[in-house]
C-alpha cells in the first residue's frame, strides 16, 4: 500500500497517479479549445513545502491540425497568478499550462520569439543579425534558460543567454552578478528586461567540470576550487536568499517516503543528521556542482554560473554538494568511475583542511539525499534502483561522521 499523501503540494501525485494525468490534461484541453490526444510524463519538479510540477510531452489536436507541445500541470501552495487555468480536480487545485504560456513566468514567450529577442539585443547594442534560439533549462514557475545564437558579419556565431525568471528577481540577480564579478567569474551583465523578468548573460566559454570529466579532459586542482570558494565567501554578498533552507533535506523526507516507503524511518534520521552543523555564516553559492563551473584549456575555473540562489550559509554545503556531484559520475558513467572517484577523494582530502571531517560527512550524506530525489524527477527508466542506491551513499557518509 502507498504511503498517505500529506497535505499540500503533494496532493497533486494523487490527483496525477495512474489516469488522472490524462483526465487533467484532457480538461484543460477542453477549456482551452484543444483536443489532447497521447502524452508521456517528462520529468517532476518538486519544491517540497511549496509546489509540485509534472512536465509532459503531448500530442494535441488543434482546428485539425496535430501538434508536439509540453503541457504542465502545477500545484502550488502559495496559489495562482490570475490568469492561470485552474482546475479542482476531487478537491485538488492545479494549474494547467501550456510551455511558453507559464502565468509564472510572463516573460518566457517573449524569450523564446526570435523577433521580440532580436528587438530586446538591439536595445542593448548587440551586433546585429539573425538569432538563433534553444531553450536549455526550464523550470515550471520558477525559470528558463534560453540560448541565443547571434549569426551577423560583426557577431557571426555570438552567444548571449536569457534567464527568465518568476517576480521581481531579475533586477536582483543582475545585481548580484555584478557585485560578484570583482571577486569570482560570474558571467557579465549585458542588461535587464524588468517588466518581463528577462536578464541577459554573456557567455562563458569553456567545458564544464563534469564534461572535463566525462572526457578526461583536464581538472582543476582541489586547492583551487577551495580558494574560489574561499574568496566567494570573502565577497560581503548580501542576499534575501537564505541557502541552509535550500539545503535543509528535511524537506525531502515526505517526498522520498512517497517514493520508497520502506525507507522512510532511515530517511528522516539521516535528514535531521544532516543538518546538524555549525561554523560561520559566510557568502555561498547555495547549489555548487560540477556542471555550475567552467574550465579553461588547462584545467583552471574560468567560469561560475547560476549564483542565483546564493547567499549566507555554511560553505560545507557547497564543498559537499559539488563532491557529492563528482561521486554521481561514477554511477551514471562506469568507464568514468575510478577517475571519478580518485578526484572525489582528492575533493575530500583538501576540504579537510577547511572544515571538520563529522560536518563535512553529515554535509556529504544530505547532499546523496538530495540527490536521491534526481532519478525520479527525471523520470528514469530504473529510477527506484537509483534512488535505493544514493540513499546508501547517504548512509555510508553519515557513518563516516560518526566515526569521527
Not at 488543434?62 to 497568478?81: F, I, M
Not at 536582483?172 to 569570482?184: G, I, S, Y
Request: glycine share 10%; charged share 20%.
Amino acid at each position: 500500500m502507498s504511503p498517505a499523501v500529506p497535505p499540500g503540494e503533494l496532493e497533486a501525485v494523487a490527483a496525477l497517479a495512474g489516469a488522472g494525468a490524462t483526465a487533467v490534461l484532457r480538461q484543460a484541453g477542453r477549456a482551452a479549445g484543444v483536443e489532447v490526444l497521447t502524452h508521456r510524463r517528462r520529468s517532476v519538479h518538486h519544491r517540497p513545502g511549496r509546489s509540485y510540477a509534472e512536465v509532459h510531452e503531448a500530442t494535441v489536436r488543434v482546428g485539425g491540425v496535430e501538434r508536439d507541445v509540453l503541457l504542465v500541470a502545477h500545484r502550488d501552495r502559495r496559489g495562482y497568478p490570475d490568469d492561470a487555468l485552474v482546475l479542482v480536480v476531487d478537491g485538488v487545485d492545479l494549474a494547467v499550462w501550456r510551455f511558453p504560456h507559464d502565468p509564472y513566468l510572463p516573460g518566457l514567450p517573449s524569450a523564446i520569439d526570435p523577433g521580440r529577442v532580436r528587438g530586446l539585443l538591439d536595445t542593448l547594442g548587440t551586433p546585429a543579425g539573425a538569432v538563433r534560439l534553444h531553450t536549455r533549462a526550464y523550470r515550471p514557475a520558477r525559470r528558463a534558460v534560453v540560448e541565443v545564437t547571434i549569426d551577423g558579419p560583426q557577431g557571426e556565431g555570438r552567444v548571449v543567454y536569457l534567464k527568465v525568471l518568476a517576480g521581481q528577481r531579475a533586477p536582483e540577480l543582475a545585481a548580484m552578478h555584478r557585485a560578484l564579478r570583482a571577486v569570482v567569474p560570474v558571467p557579465r551583465v549585458h542588461g535587464v528586461a524588468e517588466g518581463q523578468g528577462i536578464v541577459v548573460l554573456e557567455a562563458l566559454g569553456g567545458p564544464t567540470l563534469r564534461a572535463a570529466l566525462l572526457a578526461g579532459g583536464p581538472l582543476p586542482e582541489p586547492a583551487a576550487l577551495l580558494e574560489l570558494l574561499q574568496r566567494f565567501a570573502s565577497s560581503g554578498l548580501t542576499s534575501r536568499r537564505d541557502p541552509r533552507a535550500f539545503a535543509d533535506v528535511r524537506r525531502h523526507v515526505d517526498g522520498l517516503a512517497r517514493l520508497v516507503p520502506d525507507r522512510a524511518g532511515q530517511v528522516a534520521e539521516l535528514a535531521a543528521a544532516a543538518v546538524d552543523l555549525d561554523g560561520p555564516l559566510v557568502p555561498v553559492h547555495g547549489d555548487l556542482h560540477d556542471a555550475q563551473l567552467l574550465l579553461g584549456p588547462d584545467g583552471a575555473v574560468t567560469g561560475l554560473l547560476d549564483v542565483d540562489g546564493a547567499g549566507l550559509g555554511w560553505m560545507v554545503q557547497d564543498l559537499a554538494n559539488l563532491i557529492a556531484h563528482v561521486e554521481v559520475v561514477v554511477e551514471i558513467a562506469p568507464p568514468r568511475a575510478d577517475a571519478a572517484a580518485d578526484y572525489a577523494a582528492a575533493l575530500v582530502e583538501t576540504a579537510a583542511t577547511m572544515v571538520p571531517a563529522a560536518d563535512l560527512g553529515r554535509a556529504l550524506s544530505g547532499a546523496w539525499i538530495a540527490l536521491a530525489t534526481g532519478p525520479h524527477r527525471a523520470q528514469d527508466p530504473d529510477w527506484e534502483e537509483r534512488t535505493h542506491a544514493r540513499l546508501d551513499r547517504a548512509a555510508a557518509a553519515m557513518g563516516r561522521a560518526t566515526a569521527c
